[in-house]
C-alpha cells in the first residue's frame, strides 16, 4: 500500500490537453432547453433530466417532455435523486414546492405543510426508500436548515442547533438506511433519530474535508461504505479503518475548489472526475496524469452542473450550453486543438529519450511527455503543398537521430531536439520509404525504384528491375531476400540472383496495392494490401482470416502481447493469440475513421498510438471493458385498435419496445422475429423502437427480440409474453351454420326457380318474337329522336314537358333534361306567352303549324328565334291532350340574314352615292374649272376677283363632299402608299389632346411590331379623327375616356362566316372605344348609312361614318362596333395586310406652270368640261380639238393619228365609253398618251389603266392649274 502511494506521489499529476469523444445534445437534437440541471437513470434504463422548461424523459431514440409534475406544481424542477427501489424523484428551485417521485407510472407528491414556514430555495435533497413504502427524504435549504420526512411527519432543524461550531453544510451522502452530512467542521450522520459526528484517523484533522462521494455502501448497516473524499490538497479514497488511495492535485485543479459546489465522481476504473459550474477535470489512472475536458466544439471548457455516471460508465455531464456524454475512455485523443501542428497524423516513431515524434502533411511534431513542440515545414495551410511534403513515414537511425521519408521534399533527418535537415530526392521522385540496408547505407524507396543512400547522396539500386515499380515498404529477409511493398505490382520479390517475381492474390485483385508488410511474433511475413490482410508464404498470398478480406489494410503492428492490430479505412482491427477479432472505429472512440500507413505504434513503454485523418489516438486498455448489452423491454401490442400508430387494416400488428444502449443510440442493431409468422430479420440500424407486421393471420404468437450496441455486445434473446390475435368473426361456428342455413334456402330456391324458368321460357319466346318487331320500330324512332340536330318534344296540353331530346335540351341552354321536365311551357320558354295560346288555336283549328316564328327564353334569360313544328296528340275522345313536333334555334340565321340585308342595303345606297356623284364632278369640273379661268384673267384687285374666288372655294367644299360620296361608294380613288397605323393615331391623338376637352381621358395600347397597311394616310387620319369626334360628341358633359388599341389578328373562316363584310386573311386591327352615351338599338342599322345623323341640324353631315366605312371597304377591310346605351360604344377596324407597292408619286401644282406646245385631243360628254378644256390648254400654248363621245373620238384620232400628242379621255359617255375607246385607240398606236379624266372611279379599271406606262389619271373637278401640269407631266414638257 505504501508503495503504490509513494508512485502516485512520485508521478506527479502533469495537466493534458487531449480530448475524449462526446456526444452533444440541445435543443436541436430535440432536447427542451440548453440548461441543465441534473441527471438521473431510472431503473429500466431511460434518462431523466431536469431542464429549465421541465422534466424530460430521454430513451435514446425520443425526447419526451413530462408536464404531470407541473400540474401537480412543481413548476421547475431543479433536483433529481434515485431511491434504493429504483424510483425517480424530483425536487424544485424552492423547498416549499415539496418532491414528486414516479411509481409505476404515476407521479405522486410529498408536501411540506404550511406550518413549517420554509421559503427557502432549495441547495439539495436526498432519498432513502424502498420498495415497502419506507420513505426518508433529508433536504438542505441555502440557509442551511434541515428539512426531513421520516416516518410520514416532516420536521426542520437549523444547522445550529446540531453543530453550533458548524455554519455550512456542504454535501449531503446516503450510506444504507442513513444519512451523511458534511459540513464544514465534521461529518454527521443521522439515522431520523440521531445526528452522531464520525471519527475520521488524526490525518483528516489537518486535511480540511470539502466533499464526499459514497462509492461503495456495505452490507452491513452499521459501517461506513467505501468513501471518496476531497480535501484541499489530494482526493483520497477510504474505507475504514485505512486509506486505500490518495491522489494529488495539481495548481490547475487546485483553482476550481475556490469555487463551490463541486461535483466529484469516481470514473469506475480507479480514476476521478472533479468539477464545477467552470471546470471538469478527469484524473487519467492509466496516464496518472490530470486532463482538463474539453472539446473543440466548445470554445470554452466543459462546465460541469452535475454528473452523472450510467449503467454503461457514460458519463453525463449537465452544462448550461446543453447536455453532454462521454460514451468512452477506450482512447485518448489529440489533434491540433490540442497542440499537434496538424489534425492527421501520416506517421509515429519515438527517440530512444522516450520523446514522440509525429509526422504530418507539412511537419512534424515532437513530444516529450510533458508538452508538444510543433514544427512546420512551409505553409500549413497550403493544400497544394501536401502531396509535396507528406511524411509518409519515420526510420530510427541513432536514439537522437530519425529519418523521415518525405516524398517530394526528400529525406528529413530530425534531432531530439527538433533542428532538421533537408536532403533533397533524385530529380523528379517521391520517396514514400525509407530502410537500413547495412551499417552505413539506407534503402530508399521511390515513385519510380530504388535508390540507395550513402554519404548524403542517392544511387540508383537494381534500378532496371525496379524502375516500374512504386514502392511503399520494404522488408530485407535474412538471406539478403528483399520483399518490396508495391502499389502496383503486389509484394515484388528480388533474391541475391537479382531474379524478381510479382506476388498478389488472382482472386482479388486490389491485392497489387499493397501498402505495408511486417513480421509475425510466429515468424510469418504479414502484407497488408487494398484487399485485406494477408500472408506471404512461398511466392503466394494467403488470406488470413475472411472477415478481413475486401477491407483495405493500411498499416500493421505486432504488440507485446502478440496481438496484430491492422489500420484500415474503417478504424482498427485487433487479433488476439487465439484468432478473436475486434474492431475499432470512429464510433468507438477513435479520433478518426482512416487508419494512416505508418501510423501504428507501441512506444517504449508499451503504448499503442494510432495516427488518423482526424487526430491522434493512445488506446487506454485499463478502460477498455466489456460493455453491457442494450437494455430490451417491451411497451405495447397494437391490434386493430385506435393508437398514435393505428393500424391500417384487419390483422395488422404494431409492437412498441425499449432499446437502450447509450453507448451510441444511432449505431444500435436488432434481430428479431415474431414466431409462427417468419424467421430472424435484420436491422443494421435501429431508428425508432417500433416494429410493425401486416396481414398477421389469426393464433398465437411471441415476439423475439436481440440486440447489439456499437460495442458489438449482444443482448440475450428477449421474449415478449405471448399474445393471441383472435379469428374475424366470418370464421366462428354460428357463423358457418347460418351459412348452411342460407345455402339450404338459396338451394330451395334454385330448384324452383328452375321450374319456373321451364314454363317461363314458352312465354319468353312468344314474347321475344312480338318484341323484336317493336324494339326495331323503336329503335328507327328513338334514333330520330336522338340524332336529330333540331328539339324533338312532347309536351301535355298544360304546358308541361314530358320528353324532349339532346338537341332541344342544347338549343335552350340547360344542363340536363331533368332541368326542363320540371319546367312550364308557357311560362318559362316562351318569350312571349301569348304565342302559346296562338299556336295551340292552329293546331286545334288547322291540325298544326309549320316553321311558325316566335320568340323562346333559353335557361340564361338570353331570348332566342325558332320555328316551330307541332302536330296534337289526341286521346281516345279525339280530345288534344298534349303536343309533339320540334323546333330550329332560327337566332344565328336570322342575325345573318338581316346583315346580308344591311349589306344590300349598304351596297345599293353605295351605287346611289356613286351615280350622284359623277353627276356632281361633271357639273362641278364646269364651275370649278371656268372659276379657275376668270380668276387667271382677273386682277387679283379686281372686286369681281373676290367673288369669283367664292365661287371656287364653294366649288371645292361641293367637290370635297362628293369625294366622302365616292368613298362611301367605294369609287373614290385613294393615294395608296405605305402607312404606319401606329403613327396616323399618334398623330390624331396630338390634335385631339389640344382640342378636346382635358376632362376626357385618353388611353393607348398600341402594338409596337405592326406591318404596314397600303392606305392614303390623310384619310386614314380622318378617318380616325371622324370616329373621335363622334367618341367626343357622345359624352356631352365632357367627361369619359378614349381608347386605341392596334393589333395584328388572324381572322379565320368561321368567324368571317358570321358576318358578311368579313373575310379570312391577315389584318391589322384597330379598336376605338368610348364610354359614352352608346347607339340606340333602332338605329344600330342605319349609322353607316349617308347623311344619317343624329345631331341637331348644323351639327354634322351625316358623312362621317359614310366616309368611314367606304374607305375600309375600299381598302379591302370590314369594320365591326358593338355598342350598349350608358356604357359606350366600340369600333373594330380590321386592314387587310397586302404586299407593299408604292403609287406614283403627287406632281406638286405650286410651281409656276410654263407655256407649252402639243396638239390634244379632249373627249367629253359634257359640252361644259370640253369647253372649259379646250381654253385652258389654248391659254398655255397648246392647239386642242373637241369629241362629245368615243366613237366620234376614235373616228377624229384614227384620221389624223399623226397630228396628236395626247389626248384626255373621259370614262364614262354614251355611246362608247372611255374603256372601250382606249382599247380601240391601243389597237391603232400603242404609244399615243392619254390622260384619263373621272368623275367616277372604277378601281378595277383604274389599277389597268395603271399598268400602261402612257397613261395618266386626272380626277374630276380640277383646276385650270392641276390640268395644265398633268398635261406637262404626261408629255415631258415639264
Known amino acids: 500500500m505504501i508503495k503504490k502511494l509513494f508512485l502516485l506521489l512520485m508521478l506527479g499529476a502533469t495537466l493534458w490537453a487531449q480530448e475524449y469523444p462526446v456526444h452533444f445534445y440541445t435543443i436541436e437534437e430535440g432536447l427542451p432547453s440548453n440548461e441543465i440541471y441534473s441527471i438521473v437513470q431510472d431503473s429500466i434504463g431511460e434518462m431523466w433530466i431536469a431542464t429549465r422548461r421541465g422534466l424530460c424523459k430521454y430513451d435514446g431514440f425520443h425526447w419526451q417532455l413530462d408536464t404531470t409534475i407541473s400540474k401537480m406544481g412543481m413548476y421547475l424542477p431543479h433536483f433529481l435523486e434515485l431511491d434504493d427501489a429504483g424510483r425517480v424523484w424530483v425536487g424544485g428551485v424552492h423547498i416549499g414546492q415539496g418532491f414528486c417521485y414516479l411509481n409505476n407510472k404515476t407521479w405522486h407528491t410529498i408536501s411540506l405543510p404550511d406550518s413549517l414556514a420554509l421559503f427557502s430555495p432549495l441547495k439539495t435533497f436526498k432519498v432513502i426508500g424502498s420498495s415497502d413504502g419506507h420513505i426518508f427524504i433529508l433536504a438542505v435549504t441555502h440557509k442551511d436548515q434541515i428539512a426531513y420526512f421520516f416516518q410520514n411527519q416532516w420536521k426542520v432543524i437549523d444547522l445550529s442547533r446540531i453543530d453550533p461550531e458548524s455554519s455550512k453544510i456542504l454535501t449531503v451522502s446516503k450510506n444504507n438506511n442513513q444519512f451523511l452530512i458534511l459540513t464544514d467542521r465534521r461529518l454527521l450522520t443521522f439515522n431520523g433519530t440521531d445526528f452522531k459526528e464520525y471519527d475520521f484517523p488524526p490525518l483528516f484533522e489537518k486535511e480540511k474535508i470539502i466533499s464526499l462521494q459514497v462509492l461503495e455502501t456495505p452490507h452491513s ?61 478527469h484524473f487519467n489512472n492509466y496516464l496518472n496524469k490530470w486532463v482538463l475536458i474539453k472539446h473543440h466544439r466548445i470554445p470554452e471548457p466543459l462546465d460541469a452542473i452535475d454528473i452523472y455516471l450510467d449503467q454503461e460508465k457514460n458519463l453525463w455531464i449537465a452544462s448550461y450550453m446543453g447536455l453532454f456524454k462521454i460514451p468512452t475512455l477506450r482512447f485518448l485523443n489529440f489533434n491540433e486543438y490540442s497542440g499537434l501542428l496538424e489534425t492527421e497524423v501520416t506517421s509515429i516513431n519515438q527517440f530512444g529519450r522516450g520523446t514522440m515524434i509525429f509526422g504530418h502533411d507539412n511537419g512534424f511534431t515532437l513530444y516529450d511527455g510533458k508538452q508538444f513542440k510543433k514544427f512546420a515545414i512551409g505553409d500549413v495551410q497550403a493544400p497544394s503543398d501536401r502531396s509535396r511534403k507528406r511524411f509518409m513515414g519515420f526510420l530510427k537511425l541513432t536514439d537522437d537521430t530519425i529519418i523521415a521519408a518525405a516524398q517530394q521534399m526528400g529525406l528529413v533527418k530530425i534531432h531530439q531536439s527538433g533542428r532538421y535537415e533537408i536532403i533533397p530526392p533524385p530529380p523528379g521522385e517521391r520517396i514514400n520509404t525509407v530502410a537500413k540496408l547495412n551499417k552505413k547505407e539506407l534503402l530508399v524507396g521511390t515513385y519510380h525504384g530504388l535508390f540507395k543512400f550513402s554519404n548524403n547522396a542517392f544511387y540508383p539500386y537494381l534500378h532496371e528491375l525496379t524502375k516500374h515499380l512504386i514502392i511503399r515498404r520494404m522488408l530485407l529477409l535474412a538471406d539478403h531476400t528483399l520483399l518490396l511493398a508495391t502499389l502496383n505490382r503486389g509484394v515484388v520479390v528480388i533474391r541475391g540472383d537479382q531474379k524478381i517475381s510479382e506476388v498478389w492474390n488472382h482472386r482479388h485483385l486490389k491485392s497489387k496495392s499493397v501498402y505495408d508488410i511486417k513480421y509475425s511474433p510466429q515468424g510469418k511475413i504479414l502484407v497488408a494490401t487494398g484487399a485485406g490482410l494477408f500472408e506471404f508464404s512461398q ?84 478502460y477498455d471493458f466489456k460493455v453491457r448489452p442494450p437494455l430490451i423491454n417491451f411497451l405495447d401490442f397494437i391490434s386493430d385498435i385506435d393508437f398514435d400508430l393505428q393500424p391500417e387494416k384487419k390483422g395488422d400488428l404494431i409492437i412498441k419496445f425499449l432499446c437502450i444502449s447509450f453507448k ?79 345455402i339450404s334456402i338459396i338451394t330451395y330456391l334454385l330448384v324452383f326457380a328452375r321450374i319456373k324458368e321451364r314454363l317461363a321460357q314458352q312465354l319468353e319466346a312468344e314474347v321475344n318474337a312480338r318484341t323484336k318487331a317493336l324494339k326495331e320500330s323503336e329503335e328507327k324512332f328513338r334514333r330520330l329522336f336522338t340524332d336529330s340536330l333540331d328539339g324533338i318534344f312532347i309536351t301535355s296540353i298544360e304546358g308541361k314537358i314530358l320528353d324532349i331530346n339532346e338537341a332541344g335540351i342544347e338549343i335552350l341552354g340547360y344542363d340536363s333534361k331533368d332541368e326542363l321536365l320540371k319546367l312550364n311551357v308557357k311560362k318559362d320558354l316562351y318569350a312571349n306567352p301569348e304565342d302559346r295560346e296562338k299556336i295551340l288555336t292552329l293546331i286545334k283549328t288547322q291540325g298544326g303549324v309549320k316553321n311558325y316564328p316566335l320568340k323562346a327564353k333559353r335557361k340564361d334569360g338570353k331570348i332566342i328565334d325558332v320555328a316551330i313544328s307541332a302536330t296534337p296528340i289526341l286521346d281516345e275522345q279525339g280530345n288534344v291532350v298534349g303536343l309533339s313536333g320540334y323546333f330550329r334555334d332560327m337566332t344565328e340565321w336570322n342575325a345573318m340574314k338581316e346583315q346580308l340585308a344591311h349589306s344590300q342595303r349598304m351596297e345599293s345606297l353605295g351605287m346611289l352615292a356613286g351615280g350622284v356623284a359623277h353627276d356632281f364632278n361633271n357639273i362641278l369640273a364646269g364651275i370649278l374649272g371656268y372659276a379657275s379661268l376668270m380668276k387667271m384673267k382677273m386682277d387679283p384687285d379686281d372686286k369681281m376677283f373676290r367673288y369669283i374666288d367664292i365661287i371656287e372655294k364653294s366649288a371645292q367644299r361641293a367637290a370635297d363632299l362628293t369625294q366622302q360620296l365616292l368613298i362611301f361608294s367605294r369609287k373614290g380613288q385613294p393615294k395608296l402608299q405605305p402607312v404606319q397605323v401606329n403613327e396616323c393615331v399618334n398623330e390624331t391623338i396630338k390634335l385631339i389632346r389640344s382640342t378636346f376637352p382635358k376632362t376626357i381621358e385618353i388611353e393607348t395600347e398600341l402594338d409596337e411590331k405592326l406591318p404596314e397597311i397600303m392606305a392614303d394616310p390623310t384619310q386614314l387620319s380622318q378617318m380616325i379623327l371622324n370616329l373621335c369626334v363622334n367618341a367626343r360628341d357622345a359624352m356631352p358633359d365632357g367627361e369619359g375616356k378614349i381608347s386605341f388599341r392596334t393589333r395584328e389578328v388572324i381572322v379565320e373562316h368561321a368567324e368571317a362566316y358570321k358576318n358578311p363584310d368579313a373575310r379570312e386573311g391577315h389584318f391589322v386591327q384597330l379598336t376605338i372605344a368610348d364610354t359614352g352615351s352608346g347607339i340606340p338599338d333602332e338605329i344600330k342599322n342605319k349609322i353607316f348609312e349617308p347623311f344619317f345623323t343624329t345631331k341637331p341640324r348644323g351639327k354634322g353631315t351625316g358623312m362621317g361614318l359614310a366616309m368611314v366605312y367606304g374607305f375600309v371597304r375600299n381598302l379591302g377591310g370590314f369594320i365591326q362596333f358593338h355598342s350598349k346605351l350608358n356604357e359606350g360604344t366600340t369600333f373594330q377596324i380590321h386592314f387587310p395586310v397586302k404586299p407593299i407597292h408604292l403609287e406614283e408619286k403627287h406632281l406638286s401644282h405650286k410651281s409656276e406652270l410654263k407655256t407649252g406646245h402639243g396638239h390634244i385631243l379632249v373627249v367629253d360628254d359634257e359640252e361644259m368640261v370640253r369647253n372649259f378644256c379646250k381654253m385652258a390648254l389654248e391659254r398655255y400654248g397648246y392647239t386642242a380639238e373637241t369629241a362629245s363621245n368615243g366613237q366620234e373620238a376614235l373616228d377624229c384620232f384614227t384620221k389624223n393619228q399623226n397630228n396628236f400628242d395626247l389626248i384626255i379621255l373621259d370614262m364614262i359617255m354614251p355611246v362608247m365609253d372611255g374603256m372601250k375607246t ?14 384619263i379624266s373621272s368623275g367616277y372611279s372604277d378601281s378595277g379599271k383604274l389599277e389597268q389603266l395603271k399598268k400602261d406606262p402612257a397613261v395618266s389619271i386626272i380626277f374630276k373637278p380640277y383646276k385650270v392649274d392641276e390640268l395644265v401640269a398633268k398635261v406637262q407631266a404626261l408629255t415631258g414638257q415639264k
Open 539 to 622: 511466392d503466394s498470398l494467403i488470406p488470413i482470416d475472411k472477415e478481413l478480406i475486401n477491407e483495405e489494410a493500411y498499416a500493421i503492428l505486432v504488440d507485446n502481447e502478440n496481438k496484430i492490430w491492422i489500420g484500415t479505412g474503417r478504424g482498427v482491427q485487433i487479433i488476439d493469440s487465439i484468432g478473436n477479432i475486434t474492431h475499432y472505429d470512429y464510433f468507438n472512440g477513435l479520433a478518426g475513421q482512416e487508419c494512416n500507413r505508418d501510423a501504428l505504434f507501441q512506444d517504449s513503454s508499451g503504448r499503442i498510438w494510432i495516427g488518423t485523418i482526424g487526430g491522434l489516438s493512445l488506446y487506454q486498455p485499463l
Open 664 to 742: 451510441d443510440e444511432r449505431q444500435i442493431a436488432l434481430r428479431y422475429r415474431l414466431k409462427g409468422y417468419h424467421e430472424w430479420q435484420y436491422i443494421p440500424r435501429l431508428f425508432t423502437p417500433i416494429l410493425s407486421f401486416l396481414d398477421v393471420p389469426p393464433g398465437d404468437y411471441q415476439l423475439e427480440v436481440q440486440a447489439r450496441n456499437v460495442e458489438g455486445a449482444w443482448s440475450a434473446v428477449v421474449q415478449s409474453s405471448t399474445f393471441h390475435i383472435p379469428a374475424p368473426f366470418y370464421r366462428s361456428w354460428y357463423f358457418i351454420a347460418l351459412v348452411l342455413f342460407l
Open 1222 to 1235: 382606249y382599247q380601240k385607240i391601243r389597237e391603232i398606236n400603242k404609244e399615243i398618251k392619254i390622260l
Open 221 to 281: 448497516p452499521a459501517k461506513m461504505g467505501r468513501l471518496l473524499l476531497l480535501t484541499p490538497n489530494y482526493i483520497y479514497e477510504y474505507q475504514a479503518p485505512e486509506i486505500i488511495k490518495k491522489i494529488p492535485l495539481n495548481k490547475q485543479v487546485k483553482r476550481l475548489l475556490a469555487d463551490p459546489p463541486f461535483q466529484l465522481i469516481e470514473d469506475g476504473f480507479g480514476g476521478v472526475f472533479l468539477g464545477n459550474k467552470f471546470r471538469l477535470f
